[in-house]
């Protein structure tokens, strides 16, 4: 059973609590999707209502260790905080640019907070600790909270400082889920377990490598599975098509070739597209053709699913009563081949099935699509959600559930 906040007697109390601020900034410095910081709020809140000191903190990017960087301070983080909490002078953030994260300066503000106050420190992988598990810099990270929450679905599947290590000096008294990962865990635990059927599964994205494992599980829980993006033409040369240019994996050619036996055995449906939006390079201003997948020029390489393959998927979503969607099905960061990733969230939003988004990239598209509001659970977690679907256990879970090892 995974402890939560409420079982938590921190009134009045200081309080780690460990989020995913790890949002996508533009060139100037601006947040252009603050979701993972939106969906952080309710726990941040419930501490504050009940007089806590509130220590916040968050990986970002991926920082040479060691070494301040502005470009992955967490400064842009702190005022989107400043406007989203409204408590201004009780909204502190260490701005000495040290690299140890658990700097002077932030034991200083950490020092003066009063009840409600709320100090954000910097990105946790400045220092080399965080990325190793080092159970040194999670002690220090500990002194900054009587207990600790974490509320960082996406990256519970690391073993890392600030999500394993630190568990290890709180007892079960002390430690639990923010409501952000309790939501996650749960969603996800539901629909896996109990589907309402039928339960269709959208996989895309550029590689079967990292899905490998939650194909093969998914074909012993779902009815339907949907394979599109780059990974589909390893699928598609396994059943002999040429695929010209496309990316493809060479090496487990023969594994997809199993993933659909295993799938025609379990009666599940298994589709790929029919048809593919091709050109001869990935550029904003390469020509395009539209043609069936056994008509891949040599030399020329499909970039999203095309118009047939979007009507047959929609066809496939038609009677869905729970879908999962994992993976764009095209580079949809370029216009002209995101068609087939923006239908694909049309379609899903408008099924009456219960629907969940998965992965950071496939967020994006629903976002771009305007289809965020119409799902019915979009998960801050890729990497995390994928474990989950694998059947893998989480050491930032695990940990929670631990007495003072983990």
């Known amino acids: 059973m995974l402890p939560t906040i409420r079982d938590l007697a921190i009134d009045g109390k200081s309080v780690f609590i460990r989020c995913d601020f790890n949002v996508p900034i533009d060139e100037f410095g601006n947040i252009t999707d603050d979701r993972r910081i939106r969906a952080a709020l309710p726990t941040i809140r419930y501490c504050i209502d009940r007089g806590c000191k509130v220590v916040l903190a968050s990986h970002f990017e991926r920082p040479e260790a060691g070494k301040f960087d502005e470009r992955f301070s967490l400064e842009p983080v702190y005022r989107r905080l400043d406007t989203l909490l ?10 000495s640019k040290d690299p140890s994260v658990v700097s002077p300066r932030a034991r200083e503000l950490f020092g003066k907070m009063e009840e409600g106050d709320v100090l954000l420190l910097e990105n946790l992988r400045f220092n080399a600790g965080e990325t190793k598990d ?68 959208v996989v895309g994205g550029s590689k079967v490598s990292g899905k490998l494992e939650a194909l093969n599980r998914l074909i012993g829980k779902v009815d339907k599975i949907i394979i599109g993006g780059g990974m589909a033409f390893t699928f598609l040369k396994a059943q002999g098509y040429e695929i010209g240019n496309s990316l493809v994996e060479e090496d487990l050619i023969d594994e997809a ?3 659909m036996y295993k799938a025609k055995k379990n009666n599940v449906k298994f589709y790929l597209p029919v048809d593919v939006v091709v050109a001869s390079e990935l550029s904003e201003t390469a020509t395009v053709k539209y043609l069936p997948t056994q008509e891949i020029p040599e030399g020329w390489m499909g970039l999203d699913v095309g118009p047939a393959s979007t009507r047959l998927f929609r066809e496939a979503l038609n009677d869905a009563h729970t879908i999962m969607w994992n993976g764009p099905m095209g580079v949809y960061e370029i216009e002209k081949f995101a068609k087939g990733s923006i239908k694909m969230s049309h379609y899903i939003a408008e099924s009456h099935a219960t ?25 801050t977690g890729g990497g995390a959600s994928l474990k989950l679907i694998e059947g893998e256990e989480l050491p930032g879970i695990v940990a929670l559930t631990n007495g003072g090892e983990s």
Not at 86 to 95: G, M, R, V, W
Not at 355 to 379: K, L, N, P
Request: proline share 3%; net charge negative; glycine share 8%.
């Open 257 to 259: 070739r199993s993933i």
């Open 134 to 201: 080092d159970p040194e810099f999670a002690g220090e990270l500990a002194q900054f909270g009587e207990f600790y929450v974490n509320d960082a679905f996406g990256a519970c599947h690391r073993k890392h400082a600030s999500i394993h290590a630190i568990t290890r000096y709180y007892d079960r008294e002390h430690k639990a889920a923010g409501f952000l990962l309790t939501k996650e865990v749960n969603f996800f635990h539901k629909v896996l377990e109990n589907p309402s059927r039928p339960f269709v599964a």
């Open 355 to 379: 629907t969940i988004v998965g992965g950071g990239d496939t967020a994006d598209v629903a976002a771009r699509a305007g289809d965020v509001d119409e799902m019915t659970f979009v998960s």
């Open 86 to 95: 409204k408590i201004k002078e009780h909204l502190y953030f260490d701005d």
